[in-house]
């Protein structure tokens, strides 16, 4: 049904269902009102090298593994995300184990060192793959990352090149802008979202204040944590001085995956739907920009990880078809030159 274009920016095959043409509803409705089989996973969590933990959650295992996809959630997400409960439904009848790595302070406790996670921490994704590659030692990986995890999906691709641990990547929806996607989010009712994920963030962040000693490690105080009310503020004072960057502005430059797609070498499939609110038309590479296998699949609507089919009473989501299409796309190739 569907052939990747590498090196080429293409329509996407998906069209929106008549009553969700609006971005926002594209966005919300398959969040809230999705159908999909609520699909139970075991967690297990891992000691980093750096005496802190992560947490990892597997769906269900099939009695065959010929994969192991791992999913890369987004900003605040967690394993109940939706657009991972998708995933790890269409997935299910394949011989592929799936993995969901949560970032650090995401699986619903916080993490027990000063850093956390943001667009571009790939060290934690990659000392995974290596833990995945010992426990799987005969099944390739291939990796779906969304939003936030897409973007650094992206750049984990860019800056491993040949050495990239995954056979193939799907980005979904990511910021491949920081610094523009900060202004769009900031701007009309894009507010509602970037207020609302900026209250769990604060909220975890209070958790951590109480629990460290933040002094010297970012620009505030925990009595100016409920001042952080844009996501260039959390920024300018939370993650850049946390992660080693001099500044918002700084970390935005250098961890936005734009500059990364042109060196790629694994087979990637990047989705992006034009009118996705949390971001503007300035995420949108030139083919140029692209390597030669990259595949940039753009809708005119679909929202932020949104892409609603069916009718409003049962509606999916089509991206968990793309998405396996183009896994399984990949295995083929895979096995045609072996």
Sequence with gaps: MYKTLFGEITPAQYQSPSWCKNAH????????????????????????PDGDFIDVAYGPKP??????????????????????QDMVNACIDHPWQVVVMHFRGCSGEPNLTHRAYHSGETTDALWLTEQLQTRYPDCPLYAVGYSLGGNMLLKL??????????????????????????KAINQGFAKVYQAKLLRSMRKTLKQKFAALDYRGKVRI?????????TFDQFDENITAPLHGYASAQDYYQQCSGMQFLRHITAPT?????????????????????????????????????????????ATTSWLGERIVSFIQEQIDAGERQQ
């Design 63 to 84: 009695s065959v593994i010929e994969a192991v996809i791992v999913l890369f959630h987004g900003l605040e997400g967690s394993k109940d995300s939706h657009y991972i």
């Design 269 to 313: 499939l990047v989705l992006h739907a034009l009118d996705d609110p949390f971001m503007n038309q300035a995420v949108v590479p030139h083919s140029q920009a692209l390597s030669q296998q990259v595949g940039y699949e753009y809708s005119r609507r679909g929202g932020h990880v949104g892409f609603a089919l069916g009718p409003p009473w």
């Design 25 to 48: 509803c594209q966005t919300i409705w398959p969040r809230f009102f999705g159908k999909r089989n609520p699909i139970a996973m075991t967690q297990e969590r891992m000691s980093t």
């Design 221 to 229: 105080d925990e009595s100016q944590i409920d001042n952080l009310v």
């Design 157 to 182: 691709a860019g800056e491993t090149k040949q050495l990239n641990p995954f056979n193939a990547c799907v980005s979904v929806s990511a910021p491949l802008r920081l610094d523009e996607c900060a």
